[in-house]
Structure formats: structure tokens, C-alpha cells
């Protein structure tokens, strides 16, 4: 009998690429794999092995308690053989429910949570949180995150130790055709990622701006948009399938990957798209923090950034545009991609669950 693993989500389930790689790969190695998430209003596209928790409360206690008891009677129902909890918004399920169903709990997390930019200042938040996770993690049998760094730093916090697995695109065979005088940025587009920064650097900047996601700034950056009078020089590309990121990073000529250094999670980030530009070609502009510092030592594939000011990032897109650091930088991406890759990363996570 093959074994059961049910990963939680508070997102759609379908947009998670970090969760929909680690699904594809214990299926290809025999596991039935289920993700669970949470839709609001009509589901979308039916999926095979994705289940959508339908819910009414969007934000605030309320929907955590909604997602948590749906998501609590569906896995009473169902053989459970390990879940993987995805951050501390699902971890009380998942360890309540690991216990009714002798199961194993996997903790996966993707940023050091209480630490993120919503909660800077929200004290009371913050506190919950954290004893949330002090209830929490020690119960769990395997943990992960994204970045050495959060990993040191949640051991550090909750004595437990976590295993780094890292969000990387497999790789493939990038179109050397010429590329358009083009940013991109990928991502959701929320507060504390540079992106009403960026925006206005665009009046130093003789190329174009493509936007690949949405997310709670949608619309205020749409409106400072037409207010700086950029509608011609920024292109909101909205949500795309990862196979469309692949066309539009292959065409553009430097990947922004920006953050508010402020927060202590975005200071010990790994952000996805830090891999999907190397895999792209593609040279990038980022910030100047631990993680990204010490991965550019192995392969210098980004210009770092010490701060967010609108005119430090216009000329540091213009620096990297310059021929001869621009093809610098490029060599080093197709460097990187052979050692940075998911094939690499997914023998971690057969060796991870192996080991449990």
C-alpha cells in the first residue's frame, strides 16, 4: 500500500510551486500526494489531487478558524499516513490532526513568520504567534525552510532543527534570441518587496517594466502608476502559468528581486525568484543581505543593493546593463544553474523523508 501525504495550504494549493514540486516528485516515487487549500468564491479549474476548502472569512481569526475546522473535518475522513504543514498558519491542524491519525508531521516553513513585514510594530500578534509555534514545532518529526539563515534562526528561537530545502526550478534549455530592453519582476506584489520604489525609478530608466503577479498592492500600484504618468513604461502581466514565466523572463534583461530590510524574515529570505531569474540567463538587481550575499559569492550573478532608494536602483539597473557587466553576469547564471537546481534539491527531500 503506497503511502498517503496530505500537504496544507492557505493559499489556492495550485499556485504553490515550492509545495506542487515537492507533490510531483513523491508522486513519481510511488506516494499519493493530495494538496489541500483554501478557495474563496468559486473554485477554480479542477485539479487532479487538489482539494479547496471553500470559505466565507477572508482575513483576521475568523477565517483561520474557518480554514482550520473545515480543514480539521476533511482530514478526519480520510487515511492519513504523514502531513506536511505549510508555515504556522497551518500547524495547529496539522499537529492536532497528526495525532488523531498516528501520523507523521512534516513542518515546512517559508519564512520566519512572526517576523514578516504584516506584523512589524503588532505586538500582541507577534506574541501569539510565537507561543503558537512553541506549542508547535516541537511536536512536529521533520522540519524545513527556505534559507540557512531562517534555518539557524528558528533553531535558534524553538530548539528544533531544520533541514534547508531550497526552491529551485529544474532546469531546461533557455532561447538565446535577443532580449527586449525590459525589467521583470515576479512574485506577488505586496508591501515591503521595493515595488513603489522600483516604479518610480522607471523615470531614470529607459526600459520597460513587466509585472508577473498581483497580490494586496494591485491596485495602489496600478493608481501611483498612472499618477508618475508610466503607463507606457510599466506592464502589469498579472497571475501566469510558470511555463508563460518562462517566456517573459527569457525576453526581458534584468530581474528585480527587491526588499524592505526592515524585516528581519525578508532579511533571512530566499525568494523563489532568485532562482528563476539564474535559470532565465537572466542578471539581476537585489538586496544586499546574508542569504544573497553569500550565494553571489559562489556564482556572482546579481548586482547587490544596499538600500531602496529610487535613484540607488535606477542606477544599479543602468550598471547592469552596460555590455560588459551584463554578459559577466549572464556567463555566471548558466554557471549557477548546475548547481543550483531542483534535481539537487530533490535528493534532499527523498533523503529527509527517508530518514524520519
Not at 29 to 44: E, L, P
Amino acid at each position: 500500500m503506497n503511502k498517503r501525504l496530505y500537504i496544507t495550504v492557505t493559499n489556492d494549493g495550485a499556485s504553490d510551486r515550492r509545495m506542487n514540486r515537492l507533490a510531483s516528485l513523491l508522486r513519481r516515487h510511488n506516494w499519493t500526494v493530495i494538496m489541500v487549500g483554501r478557495i474563496f468564491d468559486q473554485a477554480k479549474e479542477k485539479q487532479a489531487d487538489l482539494v479547496q476548502l471553500k470559505c466565507k472569512n477572508r482575513k483576521g481569526p475568523a477565517a483561520y478558524w474557518e480554514y482550520h475546522r473545515k480543514l480539521c473535518r476533511y482530514l478526519s475522513s480520510q487515511r492519513v499516513d504523514m502531513i506536511c504543514a505549510v508555515d504556522y498558519d497551518t500547524l495547529p491542524a496539522g499537529v492536532l490532526m497528526s495525532r488523531r491519525q498516528k501520523a507523521k508531521l512534516i513542518f515546512d516553513s517559508h519564512e520566519f513568520f512572526e517576523e514578516v513585514p504584516e506584523l512589524l510594530g503588532r505586538h500582541f500578534k507577534k506574541w501569539i504567534w510565537r507561543r503558537l509555534a512553541q506549542w508547535g514545532i516541537p511536536q512536529s518529526d521533520l522540519r524545513w525552510t527556505v534559507s540557512q539563515e531562517i534555518a539557524e534562526a528558528l533553531h535558534h528561537r524553538y530548539g528544533q532543527p531544520f533541514e534547508v530545502i531550497r526552491n529551485m526550478p529544474s532546469r531546461y534549455v533557455i532561447d538565446e534570441e535577443p532580449r527586449d530592453r525590459a525589467l521583470v519582476y515576479l512574485g506577488v506584489l505586496n508591501e515591503g518587496r521595493g515595488l513603489p520604489q522600483l516604479i518610480k525609478a522607471m523615470h531614470k530608466l529607459d526600459l520597460k517594466l513587466w509585472l508577473i503577479g498581483e497580490g494586496d498592492l494591485s491596485d495602489q500600484l496600478r493608481a501611483l502608476v498612472l499618477r508618475e504618468g508610466l503607463s507606457g513604461q510599466v506592464e502589469f502581466l498579472g497571475w501566469l502559468p510558470e511555463a508563460e514565466h518562462r517566456k517573459w523572463l527569457g525576453r526581458a534583461h534584468v530581474g528585480v528581486n527587491l526588499l524592505d530590510t526592515q524585516s528581519t524574515s525578508y532579511r533571512f529570505s530566499l525568494a523563489n525568484k532568485f532562482f528563476d531569474y539564474v535559470h532565465a540567463g537572466l542578471p539581476q538587481l537585489t538586496m544586499n543581505l546574508p542569504t544573497y550575499s553569500r550565494l553571489n559569492r559562489e556564482c556572482e550573478v546579481a548586482l547587490l543593493l544596499d538600500d531602496l532608494d529610487p535613484a540607488a536602483i535606477a542606477q544599479g539597473i543602468n550598471e547592469i546593463c552596460t555590455s560588459t557587466r551584463w554578459q559577466a553576469l549572464h556567463a555566471q547564471t548558466m554557471l549557477a544553474q548546475e548547481k543550483w537546481n531542483w534535481e539537487i534539491e530533490a535528493s534532499k527531500v527523498l533523503a529527509s523523508i527517508e530518514n524520519m
